[in-house]
């Protein structure tokens, strides 16, 4: 069963470093989200990539948070620096066409970040 | 802006029992969808159940069953014959209909399982 991949797993690092996560969604699925998740609280949308274009960043705060999915196929989600409160889970998911309102998002296991 | 509300962090429910989350919403739209979402320790997030506002019937999807208000915007979500891999964090969420909306979750429900 196709799924939708994440690296690293888990990522510790200290604060004011620069730190990468990647998503390959699975095959054919136009959609690419990637959301935050704090620990005791639910997801929580920071970019949202239709093929190649950004569709919705309202939520990414721009001034160390960056994110690209360049062929329209895997995607990166950048911080630099890290900060304390940065650490959380990032969740990547996908969903088949151009519209989420199906709401049948498929999620991966998630980058678990911890910045020290 | 949409809120998703679940009042209960944890609840802890026997084998073979049956338990209910609560879930309330907030908007003043009128068609969206619903969403109830698992996700088991350390696994990924996976859907569980969905209902389509326009729908007065309540969705089913074998052991798991919603009763869906619309007038009080009240979506809560009934596990039967509850198992072990029942075990996780159930998430309420809403989304508008319309390709710029996006899914909005609530805080989590923490749900054990236990024999």
């Known amino acids: 069963e196709a799924e939708v991949a994440q690296s690293p797993r888990y990522k510790i690092t200290e604060k004011s470093q620069a730190v990468a996560f990647w998503c390959d969604p699975i095959s054919g699925h136009a959609t690419l989200y990637w959301y935050r998740q704090i620990l005791g609280q639910g997801p929580e949308l920071l970019v949202q990539?239709?093929?190649?274009?950004?569709?919705?960043d309202s939520q990414l705060p721009k001034d160390r948070f960056s994110a690209e999915r360049l062929k329209g196929v895997d995607s990166t989600l950048k911080i630099q620096p890290a900060e304390l409160g940065d650490s959380a889970m990032y969740l990547c998911?996908?969903?088949?066409?151009?519209?989420?309102?199906?709401?049948?998002?498929?999620f991966g296991e998630g980058s678990r970040l911890t910045v020290l | 802006a949409q809120t998703v509300t679940q009042s209960q962090p944890e609840m802890s429910v026997q084998e073979a029992e049956t338990v209910t989350l609560s879930c309330t919403y907030d908007?003043?739209?009128?068609?969206?969808?619903l969403f109830w979402y698992k996700q088991p320790p350390s696994r990924q997030m996976i859907l569980v159940i969905r209902?389509?506002?326009?729908?007065?019937q309540n969705a089913t999807e074998n052991r798991f069953s919603v009763n869906f208000q619309k007038a009080a915007k009240s979506f809560s979500l009934k596990i039967s014959d509850s198992q072990l891999g029942d075990t996780a964090m159930y998430f309420c969420a809403f989304i508008l209909t319309g390709t710029a909306s996006k899914l909005t979750f609530g805080t989590g429900t923490r749900l054990q399982v236990t024999l």
């Open positions: 998911a996908s969903s088949r066409t151009g519209s989420p309102n199906t709401g049948e998002l498929f």
């Open positions: 209902q389509e506002a326009y729908k007065q």
């Open positions: 990539f239709q093929d190649e274009s950004v569709v919705d």
């Open positions: 908007t003043s739209e009128n068609n969206y969808y």
